[in-house]
């Protein structure tokens, strides 16, 4: 099952010792190569028992492939020179995943916005039919964590543009690019670098494998030009949302009311359908499908208000999926906004009743908000429930909506996503659904 003599007695530095290196790390070893680590954070050195080797040394070696973790930019990172001189023996874990892995169903899913909620629509579908199926990548363990695995398993990799930058033999049986909207272009630097990026999850695939692309997304064109410029040979699935939403109306599921879910939802019906998954098993499968945490996450909900933790929109585009949901909405933004994220709140004046600003940059926030809609700058996400609590219980009006969807990273103020969302539950359960009126 696993193919482990191409990397046998091979030279192979891995650069960065993140959760994605230390798995290659430990693989490559397993499978017989000499392995040189390096991480330019000194704590993580400390903490792992491998061969350590400053990379400025193997210019001494000859090296036959570097693998480097996905949040190494090479154009910025200290090696940067070593790196560029070497490139063309660059590779990742996905790459390492696909050599040993060969004969496995691979489903891989990217894009901007909606990858993870994809990749659980398309687990519960699997397992419902009855499939073993892995979940790896972005959404939970490396790609190269498994140690053991069943023959007739389905692996579904979420897979970030950092990965396929540098990506030589990755192939998918089916590959997904969900949307594309500007996003990591501090990385990127442009949108076409970006998409550049995320099509190459189609570069390796072959006649009999599935290309899917969404013709609903703003650069749609651009993606079918630059897949009909590489001819790709796979066969391309050209995904229509409005093909589904009598589909989605026998499920009966609130998760799927936005178009951001709808879209998931699509692409998973398809890549199902090609698997020869029966319309049965799909709607039986998704009537109990939940939204994952910190995207569109209902809080609680009264006759007073609906609470939902959308932290994961640290974007603009992705707040949109939220806010075309609701009416009534008591929202909160900011954060580190993304570069060149088109932030316009103009459509949703109507829908909104205030918004509150937080974070380290609330003049770029402030300066976006149409002036229809009242704001105040809170600051921080204690200070926003308080402002909301005390507005709501002067508005004394019911079925209001407290929206946390920051169209903003959260790393000003918290260490990711996840803690910004768990911090606004924490403080939502315990402020906001006190509210009642006398």
Known sequence: MVNSQKYKNKKIAIYGLGKSGLSAAKKLTQMGAEVFCWDDSSTLRKKINLKLIKFWLLKNYYIDYIVISPGIDINKCKIKNFLRKNINKIITDIDIFFEINKNLLTISITGTNGKSTTCKIIEKILKTAGYKVYLLGNIGNPVLSLKKYLKNSIFILEVSSYQLQYSKFFRSKHAAILNVSPDHLDRHK????????????????????????????????????????????????????????????????????????????????????????????????????????????????????TCVNDSKATSFDASMQSLSIYNKIYLIIGGVPKIKDQFKLQNFYKKIIKIYIIGKKPSFFKKKISKNIPYTISHNLKKAIKDIYSDIKKSKKYNNTVLLSPSGASFDQFKNFEERGEIFKKLALKKLNKIYYV
């Open 190 to 305: 442009t949108i076409n670098e970006y998409i550049k990026a995320k099509t190459r999850i189609f570069y390796a695939q072959q006649t009999s494998d599935y290309s899917y692309i969404n013709t609903h997304n703003k650069y749609y064109k651009f993606i079918k030009n630059k897949i009909k410029r590489k001819k790709i040979k796979s066969k391309i699935v050209y995904i229509n949302n409005n093909k589904y939403k009598n589909f989605i109306n026998k499920i009966k599921n609130k998760s799927f009311l936005s178009k951001g879910n709808i879209e998931n939802f699509s692409f998973a019906c398809e890549i199902a359908k090609n698997l020869n998954i029966s319309s049965k098993i799909i709607v039986k499968s998704l009537k109990s499908f939940k939204n994952l945490p910190h995207r569109q996450e209902i809080v609680f909900s009264n006759k007073y208000l």
